[in-house]
C-alpha cells in the first residue's frame, strides 16, 4: 500500500486572508457591487460564497445575495460514477437575468467543473456576465476556462490532488496537497 505524503498549505488564517482579498479584488473590478449575485458551488463552494458576501458585506454595508448550484445532472463524467447519484437542490433566491453572477469554487483543475455550472446556470436565465472565483488553481485545465479571481495558485503533478478542508463540512479549515 502506498503511503500518502500530506502538506497543509494554507491554514485558517490564510484562507481568510486570502478570501478577504479576494472580495476588495471583485469590488475594484465591479465598480461596486451593484447588480452582483454569488453563487457557490456544491458543496464548498456553497460555503466559499458565503465567506465571500459577508466580507463584502463588512466593506461596503451592503448584503449581496447569495445561491447554491448543484451541478450534479450537468457534469459530463455522470455515466462515470459507479454509485446513483445524490441530487442536491439548487437554491438560488434571486433573478440571474441582467445580473453580474461570480461563481464561486474550492479548485479549478481541468475546468469541467465551471462548464458544467455555466451550463446549470444559463439554463435559469441569461444573466449580464458570469466571473469565476476560486480559492486554489491547480492547472491541468483541459477546458478554456480561467479565474477571474484567484485566492492560490498552486503548481501540481496529476498524481496530487488538494484537499479543501472547511469548518462547515469538515470541522477543519485548512488546504492540503496529498502526494
Do not use: W
Amino acid at each position: 500500500m502506498e503511503k500518502r505524503q500530506v502538506a497543509t498549505i494554507m491554514s485558517k488564517k490564510d484562507i481568510d486572508r486570502t478570501l478577504l482579498r479576494m472580495a476588495h479584488e471583485i469590488i475594484e473590478k465591479n465598480k461596486g457591487v451593484e447588480d452582483l449575485g454569488i453563487i457557490g458551488i456544491k458543496t464548498r463552494g456553497e460555503y466559499l460564497a458565503k465567506r465571500v458576501a459577508d466580507y463584502i458585506y463588512g466593506i461596503e454595508k451592503v448584503n449581496i445575495p447569495v445561491g447554491v448550484l448543484d451541478i450534479t445532472l450537468y457534469r459530463d463524467d455522470l455515466k462515470e460514477k459507479q454509485p446513483p447519484t445524490i441530487l442536491v437542490k439548487t437554491e438560488i433566491p434571486f433573478p440571474v437575468e441582467k445580473m453580474k453572477i461570480l461563481l464561486v469554487d474550492d479548485v479549478l483543475y481541468t475546468g469541467r467543473t465551471i462548464r458544467a455550472a455555466m451550463d446549470a446556470l444559463v439554463d435559469l436565465g441569461r444573466p449580464k456576465c458570469i466571473q469565476l472565483a476560486v480559492l486554489i488553481d491547480r492547472g491541468h485545465r483541459e477546458l478554456p476556462i480561467r479565474a477571474d479571481y484567484v485566492g492560490k495558485n498552486v503548481p501540481t503533478s496529476h498524481r496530487e490532488s488538494i484537499k479543501v478542508r472547511l469548518g462547515e463540512v469538515d470541522s477543519l479549515n485548512q488546504v492540503e496537497i496529498v502526494k
